[in-house]
Nanobody
Framework: QVQVVESGGGLVQAGGSLRLSCAAS????????MGWFRQAPGKEREFVAA???????YYADSVKGRFTISRTNAKNTVYLQMNSLKPEDTAIYYC????????????WGQGTQVTVSS
């Protein structure tokens, strides 16, 4: 069982920045694929960004050029640096892990709230 815990959410003004962190348990974190998703009120959960064990990264079009996903395997942690935030980025942000390195996203965190004021 992999435990996934997010942190770093909060309230920020439009144009500001936040960095989310996600810690995942397990001795083989370096092999995990890690992803960030978000869910705004009244909307379905959507993909934001992902990073594979190879370091390859993937982004939703809505965040390309503004968000950066990265990982530090020595700390079992993945980060989401969010710059130039917009009110439409307001959502609960969830971290997900796939310990087999694919995108089945079989482990999820509890979520962290990000609110961007205009």
């Amino acid at each position: 069982q992999v435990q996934v815990v997010e942190s770093g959410g909060g309230l920020v003004q439009a144009g500001g920045s936040l960095r989310l962190s996600c810690a995942a348990s397990g001795r083989t974190f370096r092999d995990y694929a890690m992803g960030w998703f978000r869910q705004a009120p009244g909307k379905e959960r959507e993909f934001v960004a992902a990073i594979r064990s190879s370091g390859n990264t993937y982004y939703a079009d809505s965040v390309k050029g503004r968000f950066t996903i990265s990982r530090t395997n020595a700390k079992n942690t993945v980060y989401l640096q969010m710059n130039s935030l917009k009110p439409e980025d307001t959502a609960i942000y969830y971290c997900a892990a796939d310990d087999m390195g694919s995108t089945a996203w079989n482990y999820w965190g509890q979520g962290t709230q990000v609110t961007v004021s205009s």
